[in-house]
């Protein structure tokens, strides 16, 4: 029988490779296997040990056609990458050729070997990539091997019917491809040699013994099925094997990703569980509790407050500021711009314009307060301050042009009340100049005892009639 076994192992590589992608790892745990392949023995150095079976010739060498195997195995596949095996394997090879110095002859008969090993095989995994479900492998055996020698001769002479047990040894490698998560097949190599045995070749009647042993190298391609799957070490219970755990002491119940540490969805240090606050914006500084943290207990985190150093108890907006608190609304009756606590012309026209005291155009006031030395025209220190204010006021009224009106009660001629009332208004406009305003703004007018405001029969009366009047005249 010929086996092409190049031939073979190639569609066999491609097939696999083809339906190994995209399939689910090989679980690990106790498995049995099936194998099968073809044998090729290398030419044996043989002997006969006695008076000569093959004439004279004690050594002669033989050579062997090609053969096959079967076989079946049982192991444990370690999440490591170890697999102990134990195996039972069935080698048959047919002799070819018997030949020695002078003779060649025709070989008869086969060699068969049946062998158990105990092997340790050594699988390349991983848990991600080309390695989940394609592992090379290596490793070695040893065991016993029962050599029978079936109907051994030449040229229809039989000369050994025979058997023996002896020491056998293997070494091997291969490639396996998970095809389920309970089937793996693979390719595999070995090289199996054994200690020589002797054989009876009393067959022929000479007492002879036969000294050969097996060395050769086999083709094959196996399954192995997982029976009990191994469940991986989890120290913690969160479902991820101790073996790619990256956090191995996870508290029960604590959702966990793929490396088995703690989920945290926003990334703050604090995972889901404990996380009180699990939509933490990224880069917030937060709390044991996953909030963010407020040092200034503004209840504005510290990421968004843009004024970190608020008070206590300070009203803020939402970047952490303060919130000045609304000014109360100013009374202004007449609506002129002047509040109605600092207008001394209440009842201006609607849309007039006012000078910085809220008086418009023909509009006057008395200034109160504003008094003279007796029958003089010389101005008292408490008038002054009341005149300071009043030139602020006409500076701060840019445009206008001010009369400055001096008024005196009856009492004395009309003349003399004239001449002092003029004189008063003059006292009055130049101190207002002296204190900065502009002389063009200001005219000055004496109107003596006329227009009274009060009766002059009694002194209250006079002493409001002689009184300092300032009128905005354009």
């Known amino acids: 029988m010929r086996i092409h076994t190049r031939r073979l192992c190639v569609s066999v590589t491609t097939m696999f490779l083809a339906g190994a992608a995209g399939t689910a790892m090989a679980g690990d745990g106790w498995y049995l296997g099936l194998e099968a392949g073809a044998n090729k023995q290398r030419q044996s150095n043989d002997k006969t040990i006695g008076g000569g079976l093959l004439g004279t010739q004690s050594e002669f060498q033989s050579k062997y056609d090609t053969g096959f195997l079967g076989g079946v195995t049982t192991g444990y596949s370690f999440a490591n990458g170890l697999r102990p095996e134990l195996e039972l394997v069935y080698r048959q090879d047919r002799y070819k050729t018997l030949f020695g110095p002078g003779f060649r002859d025709e070989g008869d008969g086969r060699k068969d070997a049946r062998s158990a090993f105990a092997n340790l095989w050594y699988d390349i ?127 029960a119940g604590t959702p966990v990703d793929g490396k088995g540490c703690p989920v945290d969805s926003d990334n703050d240090g604090i995972n889901d569980k404990l996380d009180a606050c699990p ?52 009374a202004d009756t007449d609506g002129d711009g002047v509040a109605d606590g600092i207008d001394q012309c209440p009842n201006t026209p609607p849309g007039a314009k006012v000078t910085a005291n809220g008086c418009a155009v023909n509009q006057s006031l008395v200034l109160k307060n504003v008094h003279f030395a007796f029958n003089k025209a010389v101005l008292t220190n408490d008038s002054k301050t009341v005149l300071d204010t009043v030139a602020k006021t006409i500076i701060d009224s840019p445009g206008f042009t001010i009369e400055i009106g001096g008024y005196t009660d009856s009492i004395g001629s009309d003349a003399a009340n004239q001449k002092l009332s003029e004189a008063r208004a003059n006292a009055v406009r130049s101190y207002l100049i002296g204190k900065g305003v502009t002389a063009g703004a200001l005219t000055a007018k004496g109107y003596g005892e006329a227009n009274p405001v009060a009766s002059n029969d009694d002194e209250t009366g006079r002493a409001d009639n002689r009184r300092v009047e300032m009128r905005v005249i354009n």
């Not at 989890?234 to 191995?248: A, E, L, M």
Request: aromatic content about 8%; some cysteine; charged content about 20%.
């Open 125 to 251: 995994k991983s848990e991600s990539g080309f390695f989940k479900t394609v592992h090379p492998y290596i490793g070695v055996g040893g065991g016993v091997s029962q050599l029978w020698l079936e109907n051994v001769g030449s040229n229809g002479a039989e000369l050994v019917n025979d058997h023996d047990t002896v020491f056998a040894y293997q070494g091997g490698a291969g490639i396996g491809f998970d095809l389920t998560q309970r089937l793996t097949a693979s390719l595999d190599y070995r090289y199996m040699g054994t200690e020589k045995g002797q054989f009876d070749a009393s067959p022929r009647g000479s007492g002879d013994l036969v000294e050969t042993g097996y060395n050769g190298q086999s083709a094959m391609m196996s399954v192995r099925y997982v029976l009990a799957e191994s469940k991986p070490s989890d120290f913690d219970g969160d479902g991820v094997p101790d073996k790619r755990d990256s956090c191995p002491n996870t508290p």
């Open 279 to 330: 939509n933490t914006p990224a880069g917030a500084t937060v709390d044991a509790k996953g909030c963010p943290i407020d040092s200034d207990g503004d209840r504005v985190p510290d990421y968004a407050d843009q004024c970190p150093n608020t008070p206590p108890g300070t009203n803020v907006d939402a970047k952490g500021c303060t919130i000045e608190a609304p000014k109360p609304a100013i």
